[in-house]
């Protein structure tokens, strides 16, 4: 157990500490009410457990709030710095009836997809389970309230990091704790095979978001680097399999890059593989971070999702939030590593 926070840490574990103080069992169920049902972290607030009890629990919060990008759309991009230093991203998003965080898993990101500015710096490390939670405890202070959906599309490639996500996401939906409806709750990945696999051996119904980003191996291969790609048949494959098993239709994420994967052959195969694989896509404009990719004119866009839709497929364009306050994904965070090396 965590003895540095009371973030995930489980029941049955929390019993077995409670139990080591000398402690009745009740003390459990009060101590998770507070956290997961009132969002009070800090034992010394829990003030219907004794003095003594609140300062024996006393640990350190995994992460604060170093530095926040709002938008004029009400977009809010918090910058978080974490125990060790290192620094990930968290985004607020609102809409007319919901509120969306978007959570990051990990410190950096091992893919690189070669047009995103979180993979720029490479992965710094994994992010623990609290960490993780930490992101959603600061969002839901700011916000007053947990969020209607969270999705992990931030930094990282959650499914590298099975240990620190499926450990949150068990304290996101555990009747116990948060109680979140799965269905809420979207996990993004890259095409990591082996993970999306383990995900639908979960047994929950969580969304799965593919980011896919092209119909064919040869032009995925300029966009995502050889280190951690995975055959694009072998994708879709694993995504059958998690419709199958998880019960959800699964969504490949496409971000349009101009002159990249933005051609009338690319939506027209886009849309076969969605169509065979019964697959809704989720058309992204690209957000410029820096890395050279250019966004392809609205014309060409709307003509790649007309195509779409002619086809039958079950197509969105992604409304764009947060782009004028550097929240491309690890805008924010890069700048604050470009202005500490200065």
Known sequence: MNSDTLLAV??????????????????????LEHIYKHRVTDPALMSNLPAALREKLAGKFPAG???????E???????????????????LIPSLSRMTFCLSTQVGCPVGCRFCASGALGLERNLTAAEILAELFIGASLHGGWPDNIVFMGI???LLN????????????????????????TVSTSGIVPGIRRLAG?????????SLHAPDDATRAKIIPDKIRYPISEIMAAADFYRETAGRMVTLEYTLLDGVNDSVPAARALAVIALKHHCKVNLIGHNPSGTGFKRPPAAVIERFLHILELEKVQATLRLEKGGDSAA???????K???????
């Open 10 to 31: 489980s029941a049955s574990e929390l019993a077995e500490r409670i139990a080591a103080l000398g402690e009745k069992r009740f003390r459990v169920a009060q101590i």
């Open 65 to 71: 709030e170093a530095d926040r990008a709002v938008s």
């Open 73 to 91: 759309d009400g977009t809010t991009k918090l910058l978080l710095e974490l125990a060790d230093g290192a620094g990930i991203e968290m985004v």
């Open 156 to 158: 990282g490639e959650g």
């Open 162 to 185: 099975p240990a620190g996500l499926f450990t949150a996401l068990e304290f996101m939906t555990g009747s116990e704790y948060i109680g979140m409806s799965p269905r809420r709750i």
């Open 202 to 210: 979960l047994g929950r119904e969580y969304n799965l978001a593919i």
């Open 328 to 334: 491309a994904c690890g805008q924010l965070r890069l």
């Open 336 to 342: 604050s590593k470009v202005l500490r090396r200065k």
